[in-house]
């Protein structure tokens, strides 16, 4: 099987806390990028647990355009 950068899956950032997670997937979705939240309901349940992080993962090929738009600042 051969993957290429159209489906590979890749981790874009972690969140200490599953609602900034779905605020940052909310917007990359608005924008038109696919976006997969992981570890949410255990981030949630058991948030005692050390690297219990909420994970972004995307596919390769949206991942430059999607740090551009988490770095890039809120518009007013």
Known sequence: ???TRENR???L???TTAA???VAASMLRSMGVEVSVVN???SIMLPYIND???RLLINEADLERAQ???AAPPEE
């Open 1 to 3: 099987m051969t993957h």
């Open 9 to 11: 899956v890749v981790e």
């Open 13 to 15: 950032a972690s969140f």
């Open 20 to 22: 900034e997670a779905e």
């Open 40 to 42: 949410e309901i255990s």
């Open 52 to 54: 219990n992080l909420v």
């Open 68 to 70: 551009a738009l988490l």
